[in-house]
């Protein structure tokens, strides 16, 4: 009888379904792919079926033609312009980007660790203000939320949520009532976050209780403009989710800061490691610089207001070697590079000082026009 088995039990098919056994897993992973919108980020899962299900999915069906999938829903599913950066929108609670000014990334304070294989930190720019924004609405420090470049992003809320919005001091409404900056904000199902274009200050931070909750890269879920590591730039229509509420609570309604301001900007800066390389180091510290417009996250170049050049005493070529963060890089223009969240893990030109850590949030929050003075430290 067991040999009689034996010679039976390979020879038992499914129907529809062409050399695979009634018992047991398939000898090698099957891909199959998710309706769009659905399961878990990247699309493809690998593994088999229990036995009695596989002549239950479409291509046994006599109504296989008819698309299998989710029900539609009013808001589409999350960006999939960058693979496996979202999860599925559709489980929990979400919030969808109606609005976009020039420029809004999904930021936390970075992916450390990551040097040796030519990775910089990036994270939020100006660190102080996300974490402000995730303590008032009782958020770890380090939670993701989004960098708003000069305003104009409007939000809307599919079920209730809990935001602040920190730093650059954009005027911001829910629906059309005005709400004060640094604040707890509570937004019902439907309504609507808007912000206008800020005064002062470059970049506003919005978080939400629970974090933006898409998949890590890295360790984290912060975007990098210069590699272009992490989620890309939000957009109209994305779909965000968000995380599950802490255990910790707000504490308070409002945060009494200071917004960053227009007023000349007092940056202090250590001198070196290069500042031999150069004639007179000391014209760093000397009369006024003035932003240009050629800033973004990877630093702020500076133009001359008044005062004296920097010219460089040594013309030969530097080896390249490591640069970090706040770093004042001169290129031969004399123009100097204060270097920002997403700068360059290594550089070719020489470096003059380097702004120390507690200031570089302000530098990231300079607009262009406005005028800094350096102070030696």
Same mark, same amino acid.
Request: net charge positive; aromatic share 4%; with cysteine.
């Given at each position: 009888? &067991?040999?009689?088995?034996?010679?039976?039990?390979?020879?038992? #098919?499914?129907? +529809?379904?062409?050399?695979?056994?009634?018992?047991?897993?398939?000898?090698?992973?099957?891909?199959?792919?998710?309706?769009?919108?659905?399961?878990?980020?990247?699309?493809?899962?690998?593994?088999?079926?229990?036995?009695?299900q596989p002549r239950w999915l479409a291509a046994d069906r006599h109504h296989r033609a008819a698309r299998v999938g989710c029900a539609p829903r009013p808001a589409r599913p999350c960006s999939r312009r960058y693979p496996g950066a979202f999860h599925d929108? #559709?489980?929990?609670?979400?919030? #969808?980007?109606?609005?976009?000014?020039?420029?809004?990334?999904?930021?936390?304070?970075?992916?450390?660790? =990551?040097?040796?294989?030519?990775?910089?930190?990036?994270?939020?720019a100006d660190r102080a203000a996300l974490r402000l924004a995730n303590r008032l609405v009782g958020n770890p420090e380090g939670a993701a939320g989004i960098e708003v470049l000069l305003g104009g992003l409007e939000l809307s809320a599919q079920r209730h949520l809990t935001l602040a919005v920190t730093g650059a001091p954009a005027p911001a409404f829910v629906d059309d009532r005005p709400v004060g900056p640094a604040s707890v904000l509570e937004l019902e199902e439907g309504q609507h976050l808007r912000l206008g274009l800020a005064g002062t200050g470059l970049r506003s931070y919005v978080a939400v209780r629970g974090g933006i909750d898409i998949a890590p890269v890295l360790g984290s879920r912060s975007r990098d403009t210069m590699s272009g590591i992490g989620p890309d730039p939000l957009r109209p229509g994305d779909v965000l989710p968000v995380g599950s509420p802490p255990r910790t609570y707000?504490?308070?309604?409002?945060?009494?800061?200071?917004?960053?301001?227009?007023?000349?900007?007092?940056?202090?800066?250590?001198?070196?490691?290069?500042?031999? =390389?150069?004639?007179?180091?000391?014209?760093?510290?000397?009369?006024? =610089?003035?932003?240009?417009?050629?800033?973004?996250?990877?630093?702020?170049?500076?133009?001359?207001?008044?005062?004296?050049?920097?010219?460089?005493?040594?013309?030969?070529?530097?080896?390249?070697?490591?640069? &970090?963060?706040?770093?004042?890089?001169?290129?031969?223009?004399?123009?100097?590079?204060?270097?920002?969240?997403?700068?360059?893990?290594? +550089?070719?030109?020489?470096?003059? &000082?380097?702004?120390?850590?507690?200031?570089?949030?302000?530098?990231?929050?300079?607009?262009?026009?406005?005028?800094? #003075?350096?102070?030696?430290?």
């Amino acid at each position: 009888m &067991a040999l009689r088995l034996r010679r039976i039990r390979p020879r038992i #098919r499914l129907s +529809g379904i062409p050399g695979r056994s009634a018992v047991g897993p398939p000898p090698y992973p099957v891909p199959h792919r998710h309706p769009a919108g659905c399961g878990r980020p990247g699309g493809w899962l690998l593994g088999g079926l229990p036995a009695p299900q596989p002549r239950w999915l479409a291509a046994d069906r006599h109504h296989r033609a008819a698309r299998v999938g989710c029900a539609p829903r009013p808001a589409r599913p999350c960006s999939r312009r960058y693979p496996g950066a979202f999860h599925d929108c #559709r489980a929990g609670n979400v919030i #969808r980007v109606e609005r976009v000014g020039p420029l809004a990334t999904i930021q936390d304070l970075g992916r450390p660790g =990551w040097f040796d294989s030519g990775v910089g930190i990036s994270g939020a720019a100006d660190r102080a203000a996300l974490r402000l924004a995730n303590r008032l609405v009782g958020n770890p420090e380090g939670a993701a939320g989004i960098e708003v470049l000069l305003g104009g992003l409007e939000l809307s809320a599919q079920r209730h949520l809990t935001l602040a919005v920190t730093g650059a001091p954009a005027p911001a409404f829910v629906d059309d009532r005005p709400v004060g900056p640094a604040s707890v904000l509570e937004l019902e199902e439907g309504q609507h976050l808007r912000l206008g274009l800020a005064g002062t200050g470059l970049r506003s931070y919005v978080a939400v209780r629970g974090g933006i909750d898409i998949a890590p890269v890295l360790g984290s879920r912060s975007r990098d403009t210069m590699s272009g590591i992490g989620p890309d730039p939000l957009r109209p229509g994305d779909v965000l989710p968000v995380g599950s509420p802490p255990r910790t609570y707000p504490i308070v309604d409002v945060a009494p800061v200071p917004p960053p301001g227009g007023a000349p900007l007092t940056i202090r800066a250590l001198l070196g490691p290069r500042d031999d =390389w150069f004639t007179d180091p000391g014209a760093l510290f000397a009369g006024e =610089w003035m932003v240009s417009s050629d800033t973004d996250r990877v630093g702020a170049r500076l133009d001359r207001r008044i005062g004296p050049p920097l010219e460089r005493r040594i013309q030969d070529e530097l080896p390249t070697e490591g640069v &970090a963060l706040g770093s004042i890089q001169v290129p031969p223009s004399g123009q100097p590079v204060v270097f920002l969240a997403d700068h360059p893990i290594t +550089g070719g030109y020489p470096v003059v &000082a380097v702004v120390i850590d507690a200031d570089v949030d302000a530098m990231a929050q300079a607009r262009p026009g406005q005028t800094v #003075r350096f102070r030696r430290y």
